[in-house]
């Protein structure tokens, strides 16, 4: 079985740009969520989606929003960048996100200027 | 305010002795909590997990140590290999919305020497 798939794999944006990034889950896994993991910060969950819908959201600001298509890959966007978003964006995929084991993608390393 | 705490950040064990990783959390509420291990340029992958009606979980020379009452939660691995060294991430779930999104500690960089 292929892995979690993320493009691309490094991404170098300027302040005030906006970007889009894609996850790719495990064939058959239809929760996907997103993280993202800064130097010391562990890693920060943005959003769940299961089934095309936004199941759980963490605590992060508007600008960051995300969807999932009925392929069940996702797609998360970053609106009007800013330096503090620089960190590496984590995909995870898992059959139903019932306390299963999350499967993680190599992730998007995200660099704003 | 963190709810998942792994207050070492780094680690340094002689190749085969035991590595105790520990990690403690403030929410009574987490009910599951999963250990993860994160080389670099790679994501994250899953290690070992243990649910709150257990207090300890094997799996090879990995040992999951639940002590609900301390709210805090060990991993050892024994014997520690060079090929062990990496980050270790807590993560600690209680179901949200119909889903278990877990919380993840800020990581534990473990080497392991020769």
């Known amino acids: 079985k292929a892995g979690v798939t993320q493009t691309p794999r490094y991404l170098i944006k300027t302040r005030g740009q906006q970007v889009t990034l894609s996850c790719s889950p495990i064939s058959g896994h239809r929760s996907v969520s997103w993280y993202q993991q800064t130097p010391g910060q562990g890693l920060q969950f943005l959003f769940e989606y299961f089934s095309e819908t936004q199941r759980n959201k963490g605590n992060f600001p508007g600008r960051f929003s995300g969807r999932q298509f009925s392929n069940s890959r996702s797609e998360m966007n970053v609106s009007t960048l800013e330096l503090g978003d620089s960190a590496l964006y984590l995909c995870a995929s898992s059959l139903a996100g019932i306390n299963e084991k999350l499967f993680f993608g190599s992730g998007t390393q995200l660099s704003v200027l | 305010d963190q709810q998942v705490k792994q207050n070492s950040p780094s680690l340094s064990v002689q190749e085969g002795r035991i590595s105790i990783l520990n990690c403690d959390y403030t929410?009574?509420?987490?009910?599951?909590f999963l250990w993860y291990k994160k080389y670099p340029a790679e994501g994250p992958t899953f290690l070992i997990s243990?649910?709150?009606?257990?207090d300890k979980n094997e799996d090879g020379r990995f040992t999951v140590f639940l002590n609900k009452s301390a709210k805090h939660l060990s991993l050892h691995i024994v014997p520690s290999q060079p090929g062990d060294s990496a980050v270790y991430f807590c993560a600690a779930s209680v179901a949200s919305g119909g889903s278990y999104i877990p919380t993840f500690g800020r990581g534990t960089s473990l080497i392991v020497h020769p």
């Open positions: 243990i649910s709150s009606i257990k």
């Open positions: 929410n009574s509420m987490f009910d599951y």
